[in-house]
């Protein structure tokens, strides 16, 4: 029996991310969910069209300082994501994850899900930057897309 659309995306979060191999990156469960959309409700997107998610987005906001430690590598992602205050004013936002099935790719799915998600955030937040932790050439490349559409600097950590 060919696997779901949800269990094709945890497959592919398994292989690009390796996130049981790297105590440092963040394990998205419901948990972690939870916490995310009391940060903001638009933190965590899905797309799909009837049989299942098609694409995931995972965003971060948070503040310009926690930012600042994360790319200088003084704290890492579980700690981003820890240390992320809840009901203060955010400046950034990480751009945390971006999942899409592969014969859905190039279509602007992972685009229009994430642009829409920073306007809606942009409404109560005085957003000044994105940042990321890219773990491949098209999630580059995806980042430095949307900072370019959106008018906002891009920072990366190495």
Known sequence: MPLSNFERLIQLAD???SVKND?????VNQ??????????????SEYEEGNGPLAWVLL?????????????K????????SLTPIGVSY???????????????????VKNLTMHAID???KEHPIKCLFVWAFSKEGEACA???SQNLSLPLYKRQ
Do not use: W
């Open 120 to 122: 809606q955030i942009q």
């Open 23 to 27: 105590p440092d990156q963040l394990d």
């Open 15 to 17: 292989e690009v991310f």
């Open 144 to 146: 430095a897309n949307l």
């Open 31 to 44: 948990e972690i969910i939870e916490h995310l959309q009391r940060i903001h409700p638009d933190t965590v």
């Open 60 to 72: 971060i906001p948070t503040t310009e300082l926690l930012m600042n430690r994360f790319l200088k």
């Open 74 to 81: 003084e704290i890492c992602e579980k700690e981003l994501f």
């Open 91 to 109: 400046e950034a936002i990480y751009l945390c994850s971006a999942l899409i099935l592969e014969e859905y790719r190039r279509k602007g799915i």
